[in-house]
């Protein structure tokens, strides 16, 4: 192996992050739609020539779950030997397209220096396009797209990008934000390359291996601090595709360097809640990241002290043809199974829950002319309070960190008119650090057109920490005291709809709270005057 220094792994690893998060700027400028371009919701990142993350951008979280398998899936489609320059691969199935819902399509591009593949490109963009589905099994969600070349060395595959448009209900979208992913994937290309002319291939494949040793070393030394033994937490998980509640649980054993998350819940649903074993994965990687060490460098590395388990043709590690479209929804509450665990073996180190949940607000019309447009809105909601301050308000938390979509771009847009989007007095848990508070937008439809809504914490609440009260829940409002959360809604022109996020939960007993903060947050409209005294009493 290539003796390389530390500084200049250092180096080498700065210049790999700069590249994905250069990836990611050109993906979002160049890209067509509001839910790339505004919102954000993609994500980009370099695996090394087997598979392995070398690192990837701070984006979304939750799309590490589609890149941990599409290499192996197009390794396990295609020979080595028949793997050129200028080919790009497509894939967005969950089961035989290393993805994790239909939605988000992945584009991967081996990157060849002198003949040699030393590393891939890989982005993914959620393409809002697939609403006004059925998610009992995944036929039902969308297109499904196995590992398949769309360019055959710099060739486009033209009759294949015309049968995956054809499927499309905004076609002039999908094509456009298909060409921003393209474009920067080429970026990477060429900076990869130009990295390995300045410091040689050798070296940065060293640094690439070398960055992964360092996180795992810090992993193992975070998990080290923990005290050893097994830490159990089970929380409620409740959608609006199912009329139950669901028991989810968790056991975390800590031996010495190494830890094991072994998750269980019931069997797979017929709705499009479940996860498939890299969606688990993901998210269990995330929340113990951010609990153990943040500091820890994003790539596999990181993974080799864990050892993630759930039952097979469970929920959390669902078996084909389990629906998957809505797995944020779980993936959110296996981060909040991760954190009540790790709570009772750090005390005061982590966080209350907060919002839980990725409120996802989908609608879809007709224009004038006769094509279809569809909107998709997460909404944000309250981050749980920590430990030494109140958690933050209107964002998202865990896995999902998208923007929200500007009311202008909106409206500008789209058939509709955004009347109010402000934060809600009460929403929060009481404690002495509240939670953060949850966000409310009221929608009025101005043509008609078909509303869906995916929520969770509908019939369960964000929990507070050592004292601290649990947050208010997810509630829907279509202005005529109607609340039902299933289905699908036609909105009549003028119709109006309602969405409040939930909170996050409270940090400690709610009598410690500084009385010059509860007075501030009186003033401040975040909590009522009912409020301030039944839990702070002022």
């Known amino acids: 192996m290539t003796t390389i220094d530390p500084i200049t792994v250092e180096v080498i690893g700065s210049a790999l992050q700069s590249i994905v998060e250069e990836m990611g700027?050109?993906?979002?400028?160049?890209?067509?739609?509001?839910?790339?371009?505004?919102?954000?919701?993609?994500?980009?990142?370099?695996?090394?020539?087997?598979?392995?993350?070398?690192?990837?951008?701070?984006?979304?979280?939750?799309?590490?779950?589609?890149?941990?398998?599409?290499?192996?899936?197009?390794?396990?489609?295609?020979?080595?030997?028949?793997?050129?320059?200028?080919?790009?691969?497509?894939?967005?199935?969950a089961y035989a397209g290393g993805a994790t819902h239909l939605p988000d399509i992945v584009l991967a591009e081996p990157i060849f220096v002198d003949g040699t593949l030393v590393a891939w490109a890989v982005n993914t963009a959620h393409h809002s396009d697939f609403a006004d589905r059925g998610h009992e099994h995944i036929y039902q969600e969308g297109l499904r797209i196995p590992p398949v070349r769309l360019y055959r060395e710099g060739v486009l595959n033209q009759d294949l990008q015309e049968m995956f448009l054809l499927n499309c209900q905004v076609p002039r979208e999908?094509?456009?934000?298909?060409?921003?992913?393209?474009?920067?994937?080429?970026?990477?290309?060429?900076?990869?390359?130009?990295?390995?002319v300045k410091y040689t291939t050798e070296k940065v494949l060293a640094a690439g291996e070398a960055l992964q040793d360092y996180a795992e070393r810090k992993m193992r030394a975070g998990i080290a601090e923990i005290p050893d033994g097994t830490y159990s937490f089970s929380d409620q998980f409740d959608s609006n595709q199912r009329a139950d509640r669901i028991e989810l649980s968790v056991e975390i054993t800590i031996a010495g360097e190494e830890m094991t998350l072994a998750f269980d819940g019931p069997p797979q649903l017929r709705a499009g809640l479940n996860l498939i074993y890299t969606s688990l994965l993901a998210a269990s990687y995330f929340a113990v990241k951010s609990v153990v060490d943040p500091t820890i460098l994003p790539n596999a590395g990181l993974a080799r002290p864990l050892t993630v388990t759930a039952p097979k043709g469970s929920i959390l590690n669902c078996e084909h043809p389990a629906a998957v479209d809505g797995r944020i929804a779980a993936a959110q509450r296996v981060c909040d199974l991760v954190y009540g665990a790790l709570a009772k073996a750090l005390p005061g180190k982590v966080m209350a829950a907060g919002n839980g949940?990725?409120?996802?607000?989908?609608?879809?019309?007709?224009?004038?002319?006769?094509?279809?447009?569809?909107?998709?809105?997460?909404?944000?909601?309250?981050?749980?309070?920590?430990?030494?301050?109140?958690?933050?308000?209107?964002?998202?938390?865990?896995?999902?960190?998208?923007?929200?979509?500007?009311?202008?771009?909106?409206?500008?847009?789209?058939?509709?008119?955004?009347?109010?989007?402000?934060?809600?007095?009460?929403?929060?848990?009481?404690?002495?650090?509240?939670?953060?508070?949850?966000?409310?937008?009221?929608?009025?439809?101005?043509?008609?057109?078909?509303?869906?809504?995916?929520?969770?914490?509908?019939a369960s609440e964000p929990w507070g920490l050592d004292g601290g009260t649990s947050a208010r829940g997810t509630v829907l409002d279509f202005g005529d005291g109607r609340s039902d959360f299933s289905g699908m809604v036609d909105l009549k022109?003028?119709?109006?709809?309602?969405?409040?996020?939930?909170?996050?939960?409270?940090?400690?007993d709610p009598a410690a709270r500084d009385p010059a903060a509860v007075r501030r947050d009186l003033a401040e409209g975040r909590i009522s005057a009912e409020a301030a005294e039944r839990f702070y009493k002022q």
């Not at 954000?40 to 020539?49: G, P, Q």
């Not at 934000?177 to 130009?194: E, F």
């Not at 508070?437 to 009221?442: A, D, L, Y």
């Open 25 to 93: 700027e050109a993906l979002v400028r160049a890209s067509y739609s509001t839910n790339i371009k505004e919102r954000r919701d993609c994500s980009t990142a370099l695996f090394d020539r087997h598979g392995n993350t070398l690192c990837q951008a701070e984006h979304i979280p939750m799309h590490l779950g589609s890149f941990l398998g599409v290499i192996g899936a197009i390794y396990g489609r295609f020979k080595l030997d028949d793997i050129k320059p200028g080919d790009v691969f497509m894939a967005n199935d």
């Open 174 to 196: 999908r094509l456009s934000d298909l060409r921003a992913q393209m474009s920067a994937n080429r970026l990477a290309v060429q900076r990869m390359q130009d990295l390995c």
């Open 493 to 508: 022109p003028g119709q109006i709809v309602s969405i409040t996020t939930p909170g996050g939960g409270g940090y400690g």
């Open 357 to 458: 949940c990725c409120t996802g607000a989908i609608f879809n019309g007709t224009h004038e002319d006769g094509s279809i447009w569809v909107y998709l809105e997460t909404i944000g909601g309250g981050g749980g309070a920590r430990p030494s301050s109140d958690g933050l308000s209107g964002i998202h938390v865990s896995l999902t960190n998208t923007s929200n979509l500007p009311v202008e771009s909106l409206e500008l847009e789209y058939p509709l008119t955004l009347l109010r989007y402000e934060l809600v007095d009460d929403s929060a848990g009481a404690g002495t650090y509240r939670g953060g508070m949850g966000v409310r937008r009221v929608y009025r439809a101005e043509k008609a057109c078909r509303f869906t809504v995916e929520g969770s914490r509908v």
